[in-house]
C-alpha cells in the first residue's frame, strides 16, 4: 500500500511541476497547446519557433530560433488560391484593390496552416505601399463550445496571425476577438461550421 501512495504521490508532483508555456523540459511541452503550435521546440528550457530555415514559411529564414522575413526575399504578388475577400471598410480605389485572405482553422485549434501562411503574403503586398493603413485582425470560431471559451480562441487565432505578419514585418496591427458572434454559415455541416472558424481582416485610416 505504500508503495502504491508513494507512486500516486509522484506522479501528482510530476504534474504539479509540469512546466507552464513558454517554459519547457522537452519539445513535447511547446506541442500541447494547439495555440503555441507555431512554436515547437525547447531550447534552455524555453519553446522556440525554429530550429532551421526548412522549417519557416516561404521568404522567410530561422535566426536565434525565429522565424523573420529573409533578407532580400521576394513576396508574391499572385494572390493564392486561397479563398479571398474583398475589405469591407476599404477607403478610396487604391485601397479597395487590397484583396485580403479569409485564413481558416481546424477546428479547437488556432495554428495556422502552411496554405495560411502563404496566403498571408498577400496581405504584406497590399500594406507595403500604404502605410497611411492600419490593419485589423478579426478572430472568429463555429457555435460549439461556450462564449468564454470560443472568445478566448478567437483572440488566439487573431494573435497567431498578427505574430505572423509582424515577422514579415507588418507593425500596423491590431486584433480584435468576436468568438462564435459572428457566424457568416449557419448550415449545420462541417463546410459551413469551416466558414466561421476563420481569422479575418479589415483596415482603417490612422
Known amino acids: 500500500?505504500?508503495?502504491?501512495?508513494?507512486?500516486?504521490?509522484?506522479?501528482?508532483?510530476?504534474?504539479?511541476?509540469?512546466?507552464?508555456?513558454?517554459?519547457?523540459?522537452?519539445?513535447?511541452?511547446?506541442?500541447?497547446?494547439?495555440?503555441?503550435?507555431l512554436q515547437v521546440h525547447c531550447l534552455d528550457g524555453q519553446c522556440q519557433e525554429c530550429r532551421t530555415d526548412a522549417e519557416c514559411a516561404i521568404g522567410k529564414k530561422c535566426e536565434s530560433m525565429r522565424c523573420v522575413a529573409g533578407t532580400g526575399s521576394a513576396i508574391s504578388t499572385t494572390p493564392p488560391a486561397a479563398e479571398t475577400a474583398s475589405n469591407s471598410g476599404s477607403n478610396g480605389s487604391a485601397d479597395a484593390m487590397c484583396q485580403f485572405p479569409k485564413i481558416h482553422f481546424d477546428y479547437n485549434s488556432s495554428a495556422l496552416t502552411p496554405q495560411s501562411m502563404e496566403a498571408?503574403?498577400?496581405?504584406?503586398?497590399?500594406?507595403?505601399?500604404?502605410?497611411?493603413?492600419h490593419l485589423l485582425i478579426e478572430g472568429d470560431c463555429d457555435e460549439r463550445g461556450?462564449?468564454?471559451?470560443?472568445l478566448a480562441l478567437g483572440q488566439r487565432r487573431a494573435t497567431n496571425v498578427e505574430k505572423y505578419l509582424e515577422g514579415l514585418g507588418v507593425q500596423r496591427i491590431s486584433t480584435v476577438s468576436y468568438g462564435k458572434d459572428k457566424?457568416?454559415?449557419t448550415n449545420n455541416t462541417e463546410a459551413c461550421l469551416r466558414e466561421n472558424r476563420r481569422a479575418e481582416f479589415d483596415i482603417a485610416r490612422k
Open 183 to 185: 457566424p457568416v454559415c
Open 1 to 37: 500500500m505504500n508503495r502504491v501512495l508513494l507512486a500516486v504521490g509522484a506522479v501528482i508532483a510530476f504534474a504539479a511541476c509540469h512546466p507552464k508555456f513558454p517554459a519547457c523540459r522537452e519539445d513535447s511541452d511547446c506541442l500541447e497547446a494547439d495555440n503555441h503550435a
Open 146 to 150: 461556450t462564449e468564454e471559451y470560443n
Open 120 to 133: 498571408l503574403q498577400q496581405v504584406v503586398t497590399c500594406l507595403t505601399n500604404r502605410p497611411n493603413l
